[in-house]
């Protein structure tokens, strides 16, 4: 199930009265761009891409976590009942599906680990998660990046990138350029008409 996008935008602001911060805004221009490349690849829903994208972040609203906020997303969303956003709050963070790839401390327990990655190790990954994870490593808080640009700056704040996580990423972009029949950074200047 998923919420409607009005839904969507209401659990997202009171995230963010929770634990404000620039999440929230990232979060927004996920969704935009999960929206713009979904409605060129015809077998993709473009309001289904948008809330999947806002929502992708929504464990930050417990606080300042890295692993914990995908744990506490997922969590949260299939508390809601929302488990198809629950597996994107999962598979954003994973885009080779190898919990030991996430870039940032594993600051939650270790059977919350492992719940993570029984769960993750069940999947079987669709557009729809690969549609989030390209996002993700094209927006920051501010605007669509260069995904190199941005992989580079979170080598810069976190230490170091995975090379596997950093090519699959790469993958990913040529796959939806390949599928819209456009560049990435063409395709997010486009207004919707």
């Known amino acids: 199930m998923l919420p409607t996008k009005e839904e969507a935008e209401r659990i997202l602001e009171e995230a963010e009265i929770c634990n404000p911060g620039l999440w929230g805004n990232h979060s927004r221009i996920v969704a935009e761009c999960a929206k713009k490349l979904a409605i060129v690849c015809d077998d993709l829903d473009g309001e289904k891409s948008y809330i999947l994208g806002l929502l992708h972040d929504i464990g930050r609203k417990f606080g300042i976590k890295h692993l914990g906020h995908v744990y506490d997303g997922y969590k949260y969303m299939m508390k809601l009942g929302y488990d198809e956003v629950a597996r994107i709050c ?66 810069r704040r976190y230490g170091s990138y995975p090379p596997e996580k950093w090519n699959k990423n790469l993958e990913l972009k040529a796959y939806f350029e390949n599928k819209a029949g456009n560049d990435i950074y063409v395709l997010m200047r486009k207004t919707d008409k």
Not at 122 to 138: A, F, G, K, P
Request: with cysteine; proline share 0%; charged share 30%.
């Open 90 to 155: 999962l598979t954003h963070s994973f885009c080779n599906q190898k919990i030991n790839c996430y870039i940032g401390n594993f600051d939650i327990a270790e059977l919350e680990q492992k719940e993570l990655e029984t769960v993750l190790n069940s999947l079987t990954y669709d557009d729809y998660d690969r549609l989030i994870q390209l996002c993700d490593c094209l927006a920051s808080g501010e605007g669509i990046m260069d995904i190199e640009e941005r992989m580079k700056d979170v080598k």
